[in-house]
């Protein structure tokens, strides 16, 4: 008896798992459905772009602050500046 309803139990959660998936599926193929992953596909991309325009950014400022700290290192004092010439 025991075993009959452990059949049981699991035949029906796997009927239940089947019709979700099914259901998913099909409102993927539906119009709605690809209409709806077009929209994710272009806030995916959005957001993506967003990322990489910061990261750019970031690294655009970085290179420029380390360029402004060679340049200030390769300047000489006021004092010598006098006598180079």
Known sequence: MMGRALWFTA???????GAVKARRAAYRLSGPGIIDQAAALG???RA???DLRDGMQERQDDVVR????????RQLP?????QTG
């Open 78 to 82: 006021p004092y010598l500046e006098d």
């Open 66 to 73: 380390r360029l402004d700290q060679a340049e200030a290192a």
């Open 11 to 17: 035949g029906a959660a796997a009927g239940v798992y």
């Open 48 to 50: 993506f772009s967003a």
């Open 43 to 45: 806030v995916g991309w």
